[in-house]
């Protein structure tokens, strides 16, 4: 078994990373193969699973054509810059060409100490890994651009935080792992001679389109930004919180990346914050956009140099180009929130409709996945409303809306179950919910036990289909299987 490696990264000058090879762990044991992914990847899952494959995916084993290597970036972390972060615990295997013409990264997280660990131990703990492998697979499966989970493997070693945790390798697959903080890195150093490689990288993988351009640069930044736009407004669309939007975290391909304290909603509150480390709020579910154009605009700064010859010239284009932002954004919000409520033929007023029905359910903490899923069997059949209003702390608020939904949708000749059938499409039943998680965890790291972390998987996978059996996986916490905090558990 070989990986069809073709690695352009490792090619690139060598002070944007530094070659070294996973440290070996002691005794691996497979958790996951991710099998559909393998496939997808022209790789055979039964030989991930060997003997072999699983030392591959420890990193105990260095697979013909890997060129291992940790990438250099910079971030703003909460705000404050930090020009030297790059992968501290993370090797980059290769790139692989898929069957399907993509080009993908394989990554070991967890991998052991490089040049940028700081004081970090280079490993990760076998629940965050885990917890990673659940959000981003559903991530994928709701529709999401997202970095995706090859495989997790059990190291046989413990690694230490506040207690002795069992440690854990996460293969993680990504159309690139280049992050806004990657051209920070290079931009603080005044090296625009490597910011502009980068560029060319980025544009070549990643946007090829903006080659053709008249300023190939100005259009990257655009496409970068639309990307964003386009993703960040998918998350908000289920309830998605990422929790930790420092710009080491945002990719420049567009895809989420890092799962550390992201959580899912249950009750919708727009100030919803649920990282233990985000004491201001500065990440809180509605404030994602706003933090999205605040790191564009760090990567439109380090990329100022290459947009026009003139600085006052480039500042005026990163600006117009920035603000094309909201605009992307809040189209995409606007017409996936009228998709949510059952709207096809957009029409003045619908989105102040879909934002009172927001509103509605903030004051009464209506679960933000139910409310969506429930609204569109109420669409179809008025008398689905009882379980619906039920999900509002006062029923009446939802009751003085329905009727000017109700009128709206008539104005949309759609058959009921046409209908019913596109809004079950726009709103999961099933979302990774925080104590489901946890549950799966905790199962799994203090007892040795699996099936509920492989249970969740399977309910996960198919998030817009009903699952008879399952349909406790759709319920919102009890109050005392609240999660109230998150951990980067790094
Ligand atoms: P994250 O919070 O996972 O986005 O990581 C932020 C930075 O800290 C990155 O440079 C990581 O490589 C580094 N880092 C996180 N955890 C560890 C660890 N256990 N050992 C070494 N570096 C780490
Ligand atoms: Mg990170």
Redesign the pocket.
Known sequence: MTFPFDNTYARLPEHFFARLPPTEVAAPRLIKVNQGLARELGLDPDWLASAVGVAVLAGNRIPDGAEPLAQA?A?H?FGNFVPQ??????ILLGELVAPDGRRRDIQLK?AG??P?????????ALGPVLREYIVSEAMHALGIPTTRALAAVATGEY?FREDALPGAVLTRVAASHIRVGTFQYFAARQDLEAVKTLADHVIARHHPAAAAAENPYRSLLAAICAAQADLVARWMLVGFIHG?M?T??MTISGETI?F?PCAFMDAYHPGTVFSSIDQGGRYAFGNQPRIAIWNLTRLAEALLPLLAEDQDAAIEDAQRILAGFAERFQAAWEAGLARKIGLTQPRPGDAALAQDLLERMAENEADFTLTFRHLADAAADPSADAALRSLFADPAAFDAWAPRWRARLAEEEVAPETRRAAMRAANPAFIPRNHQVERAIAAAVQADDLRPFETLLEVLARPFDDQPGREDYALPPKPEERVLATF?G?
Request: proline share 3%.
């Open positions: 970036y971030g972390q972060l790059g992968d501290g615990r993370a967890g100490p490089t940028f660990s700081r004081r970090g131990d280079g490993r990760a690694v930790v420092n080491d975290n890092d550390g980067c790094t």
